[in-house]
């Protein structure tokens, strides 16, 4: 059970730097409007559903 939990933790991990670097890479692109809040809640949707 324990392999599952730390299987989970990787992706989740994982999912959560890819998703905080396509961020700053986008965020220094795109001016702090709805473009940046759109992309925000794409990434924010992606790692949920990763998990």
């Known amino acids: 059970m324990s392999g599952n939990n730390n299987d989970r933790l990787s992706r989740i991990m994982s ?19 709805k ?3 759109e ?3 794409r990434i924010h949707d992606r790692l949920l559903d990763t998990v």
């Open 15 to 33: 999912a959560g730097v890819a998703g905080a670097a396509l961020g700053v890479a986008e965020a220094g692109r795109l001016s702090p409007s």
């Open 35 to 37: 473009e940046y809040y």
């Open 39 to 41: 992309l925000k809640t």
